[in-house]
């Protein structure tokens, strides 16, 4: 199932190019992340609440365009089951206006519980259906 967030740029998520900061895709994706999430009834402050953890082990971002300030764009993210004990956001940020790729990524995670050891928490097999 594929989840879209709509954003706009604000300006002070912008450099000195005027264009946004690398940097502030992670949290575009991150929001949007916890978006799908909450569309699949899953609340990632009430799992935290209960010690269940949800960790970002790698990012892959490639950099395809520059959003630049008001540009309204949206993200699609999608859930990919990794392994046994990861899971995977494929997610792409589309400008709104002309359809265009400006960013491609994918996010691998795991969950952890109380003791700091990596597990599947049920309420993600949630997400494969």
């Given at each position: 199932?594929?989840?879209?967030?709509?954003?706009?740029?604000?300006?002070?998520?912008?450099?000195?190019q005027g264009i946004?900061?690398?940097?502030?895709?992670?949290?575009?994706?991150?929001?949007?992340?916890?978006?799908?999430?909450?569309?699949?009834?899953?609340?990632?402050?009430?799992?935290?609440?209960?010690?269940?953890?949800?960790?970002?082990?790698?990012?892959?971002?490639?950099?395809?365009?520059?959003?630049?300030?008001?540009?309204?764009?949206?993200?699609?993210?999608?859930?990919?089951?990794?392994?046994?004990?990861?899971?995977?956001?494929?997610?792409?940020?589309?400008?709104?206006?002309?359809?265009?790729?400006?960013?491609?990524?994918?996010?691998?995670?795991?969950?952890?519980?109380?003791?700091?050891?990596?597990?599947?928490?049920?309420?993600?097999?949630?997400?494969?259906?």
């Amino acid at each position: 199932m594929m989840h879209k967030t709509e954003f706009k740029v604000r300006d002070y998520e912008c450099d000195m190019q005027g264009i946004v900061n690398n940097a502030v895709y992670f949290n575009y994706l991150e929001h949007a992340r916890h978006e799908f999430l909450a569309s699949r009834q899953i609340d990632f402050a009430a799992l935290a609440k209960a010690e269940v953890n949800l960790v970002v082990v790698r990012a892959e971002l490639d950099y395809k365009a520059s959003l630049t300030s008001g540009d309204q764009f949206y993200i699609s993210t999608q859930y990919q089951p990794v392994s046994r004990l990861r899971f995977g956001f494929k997610q792409q940020v589309w400008r709104s206006r002309d359809q265009k790729l400006m960013l491609d990524a994918f996010i691998t995670g795991t969950a952890v519980n109380a003791s700091g050891k990596p597990f599947l928490p049920p309420e993600l097999q949630l997400l494969l259906d």
